[in-house]
């Protein structure tokens, strides 16, 4: 089934989420062929769990620590997170690794803490302007994948992909249906490569300036198996046009 994934970044109080999600609920009620995620910031999951339950829009965080405890101000475990009914992690997130520094080391670490944890992560991965236009693509994204799963080759089928072209974030500039196709195509083979008993159940995502108008466009291409969404999940009707989108 296609996953169709809302990151609402640093945007939304809990009031804010609470009529948000009073508003989404019933223009996806009807949706069956489709999986809803919702990621909202770590102050939002409480109310947002509370008013998802019955419901099978699921719940998302956008980022996690590692480590199961302690002392590690400001972070926040896997183990908080299931508590409050988070079924998946965004790990790797581009405004991570650009304007927090998170290395593919600590990427890694988050992965294995999710996947041992059974804790299901988006890893998102993405060239910038400059490693596209110097041709690099499909080696940054190989070199983010295979770092990101060093030592967790068997866990392939564990997790999803979010191919996220950086310059394309936030931009009004989204790649093309064709280019995604092909970075889809290549993270397909690579997983395999990966891992020889790899079974297709990864899906591989597209994210960058998807819009109601785009969304179709991505979702009919062969290798796009959902959507991550920023700017425009931020409205539970637009948000709701691209899940019923075809
Ligand atoms: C994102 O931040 O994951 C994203 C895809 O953002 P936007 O849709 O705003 O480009």
């Known amino acids: 089934m296609k996953l169709i994934a809302a990151n609402w970044k640093m945007n939304m109080t809990p009031s804010q989420t609470r009529e948000y999600v009073e508003k989404f609920l019933p223009l ?11 990621c909202p910031p770590f102050t939002s999951l409480c109310v947002a769990q509370e008013l998802l339950r019955g419901s099978s829009v699921k719940l998302g965080a956008q980022n996690c620590y590692h480590e199961p405890k302690g002392a590690f101000t400001g972070e926040v475990s896997i183990d908080m997170l299931k508590e409050l009914g988070v079924s998946y992690v965004i790990v790797g997130h581009s405004e991570r690794r650009w304007l927090f520094g998170e290395s593919d080391e600590l990427i890694n ?16 991965v993405g060239e910038r302007l400059e490693e596209r236009e110097a ?3 499909l080696k940054v994204v190989e070199t983010q994948i295979r770092l990101a799963l060093s030592c967790l080759e068997e866990y392939t089928d564990s997790l999803d992909i979010a191919y996220e072209p950086v310059w394309a974030i936030g931009s009004g500039n989204p790649a093309t249906p064709e280019d995604v196709q092909l970075v889809h195509a290549y993270i397909k083979d690579l997983l395999r490569d990966i891992n020889a008993k790899h079974r297709g159940e990864s899906r591989v995502l597209y994210g960058g300036s998807v819009n109601p108008t785009n969304a179709g466009d991505f979702l009919h291409m062969e290798n796009v198996e959902g959507l991550l969404v920023g700017g425009a999940s931020l409205n ?11």
Not at 29 to 36: A, G, I, L, N, W
Not at 109 to 124: E, H, S
Not at 238 to 243: A, H, L
Request: net charge positive; proline share 5%.
């Open 236 to 246: 539970p009707e637009t948000f709701s046009q691209i899940v019923k989108s075809y």
């Open 109 to 124: 670490k988050k992965l294995t803490a999710c996947l041992k944890a059974g804790m299901r992560p988006i890893l998102c």
């Open 28 to 38: 996806v009620e009807m949706v069956q062929d489709r999986e809803v995620l919702l």
């Open 135 to 137: 041709g690099l693509t």
